[in-house]
């Protein structure tokens, strides 16, 4: 009850930081004195007391042992605070009162403490903005806060924030005296020459930041802490009965609370926060594959390979080399094709769509020439728009008969360009190429083209056909036996999630040679607009932002970026799909799904009447849980009821 009474207080009385300077101004004062935590220093965790929680973990994992370190160090605070004739007591006289520790035990937390909150400490990014106005309108700048740390310690926190030109830090255990009690703000005011209507003090403490110096005529300014939720966040991982997986979640969820823009786009706070995570995991976690195979040259394949590339490079050792090289399956089965013997050999090697493949599409990927189609198609007695799986054995055998010269010919000239062209940047040796993933295709082409090599795949995901694949590869967050139930989610919307690092260019079609001997590829047209360009763009700026910036955090604590954690914020958002995402997905279109479409293009009322559609649409989407969003708009299990569904796929 009193919890509930100091936050309806709260949020009467707190103002918006957009209202703060305009006070000041009106004020007329001198001097803008700030609070420290929770108004110029923010903590990359949830509350203050998760650091006691990381303090627990890592102290029994350091010394083999398991003692409940957060009620220990609580209950040291109370009693030193009851043992003392002060009003604030220091770490040291808080430590003293540490049981069931040895010395060396109690030396190892208090700097481990310190060690934590220094590097967990960052600025507060919009009051950064109002301390700084402050600074170039004349104000004289203290700074006024109730904390055990040591003075010497906060000092360094606030200029590791970015944090100077300040006159003087009053800090409770230092003056011996209290925020709370008024105490503090007395002794400022005395030692400072100050009339309290002189005063501006800014701060989240509903007694200590406004009642308290309220009642003394100072002008007091309440603020919101700003706990709320980021918009993907998951309460389940949150919450894991793995500690590990528990506390480095909070801390990545903390930062993306504490650093995410206020302006951010729709697309942006999804790079920010569910891109971002995944992307410095899979960076983390290769460069330690690498190691271990020690592995020295690394290829990212285009076009998800452009931001992995990008990302890696800020992890990079200088004794790897990384490349980009654009491939795609399409242009790595070309060079293939002439080792045919049959047209479902053909098939097999080539990408088809879940659409209706037709006798011209099949001859179009193989790269033919107009005129050799028009050949090709005036002496068969099928049907150019048949589909090539209705064909029977003596159509199927007769189109190969006829087709086969055509592709050796192209096929032979493509395994010759492709050669050429990935050995330009010395594509050879033990090598790793890096993909998002799912079956490793392009890896089973590339080793088949370059039998002589040592090709190691290293994937965000990879879901194995039926057939176990020959090549050598690992994945980063799932695969047919390690974390399922990320699968099932991240397989639930593949070409979304492919979309998350997808670049915007054309896909490799094929090679050619210029006439300096150089082999380049061939693109195909751009598959989005330029509108749906522009988003993707937005998105994964914002993932390489979060990288950029959580790795001076992760330099200092080392994080460990477990898959759960990396995932979290992709779960809540496919799980839960919102109609905001159906609304901003509803443009995006691809060109191997029959529907054109992550979203439905019909009402529920139409899939009723049309059952089949219904079914057939489905089947065919690449973001199932958001075609099923988009359909019934009610928040219901959609993976559960992907599962259900994808037992009418005879195509699985």
Sequence with gaps: MKELVKEIL?????????????????????????????????????????????????????????????????????????????????????????EQISEEERKWLRNQEI???????????????????????????????????????????????GYYDYSKVYLSNDQKARKATGSLFSIMLEEERLNASEVVHIGDALKGDYLVPKSMGINAILIHRDDSDTMYFNKKILMSKNLEIANNYNIVNSFIRNNMNSNSSFFERMGFEIVGPVLYGYCKWLIQKLKEKRISKVYFLAREGFILEKAFEMFRPCEISCHVIRVSRRATALPLLYRAKSLDDILNRITVTRANFTIQNMLKSCELEQENIDEILSVIESNPYDCVYALSDHQKKKLFDKVYPYIKKISKQQEEYIRGYLNQVEFNGKI??????????????????????????????????????????EAFLF????????????????????????????????????????????????????????????????????????????????????????????????????????????????????????????????????????VSEFLNNGSKSIFLKSVLKLPLPYISIIDFLKKFDKQQ
């Design 10 to 98: 709260i949020g009467k009385e707190a103002t918006s930081l957009n209202k703060i300077i305009s006070l000041i101004q009106n004020s007329g004062c001198k001097v803008v004195s700030f609070d420290i935590f929770d108004t110029l220093i923010k903590r990359n965790l949830r509350s203050a007391n998760d650091i006691f929680k990381i303090l627990e973990f890592e102290f029994n994992q350091h010394f083999n042992k398991s003692l409940p370190i957060l009620l220990l160090r609580k209950k040291a605070e109370t009693n030193a605070n009851e043992n003392s004739s002060n009003e604030e007591v220091s770490l040291d006289e808080i430590y003293a009162e540490f």
């Design 115 to 161: 060690f934590l909150e220094k590097n967990f400490c960052q600025r507060n990014r919009r009051m950064y903005g109002i301390y700084n106005w402050c600074l170039k309108n004349g104000k004289k700048i203290l700074i006024t806060s109730d904390m055990y740390l040591p003075l010497e310690i906060i000092k360094d926190i606030l200029f590791d924030a």
């Design 432 to 473: 790793a190429v890096c993909d998002v993933g799912w079956h490793g295709t392009i890896q089973n082409a590339l080793q088949d083209i370059f039998e002589e090599n040592e090709i190691y795949g290293y994937y965000i995901g990879k879901k194995e056909k039926r057939a176990k694949e020959k090549v050598k590869s």
């Design 479 to 614: 695969d047919n036996d390690y974390n399922k139930w990320i699968m099932r989610e991240v397989m639930s919307a593949p070409d979304l999630f492919e979309l998350f690092f997808l670049s915007t260019d054309g896909s490799a079609r094929k090679y050619a040679k210029d006439v300096s001997g150089k082999y380049y590829c061939i693109q195909a047209k751009p598959e989005q607009s330029e509108e749906s360009a522009e988003d993707v763009i937005a998105l994964q700026n914002a993932a390489f932002k979060f990288v950029k910036e959580f790795k001076k955090l992760d330099n200092a604590i080392n994080v460990q970026m477990n898959p759960c954690v990396c995932e979290a914020a992709f779960s809540t958002f496919i799980n839960y799909p919102s109609a905001d995402t159906i609304k901003h997905l509803k443009e995006f279109s691809f060109l191997n799904v029959e529907s054109h479409s992550m979203v439905a293009q019909h009402s529920f009322g139409y899939y009723i009447l049309r059952p089949k559609n219904f």
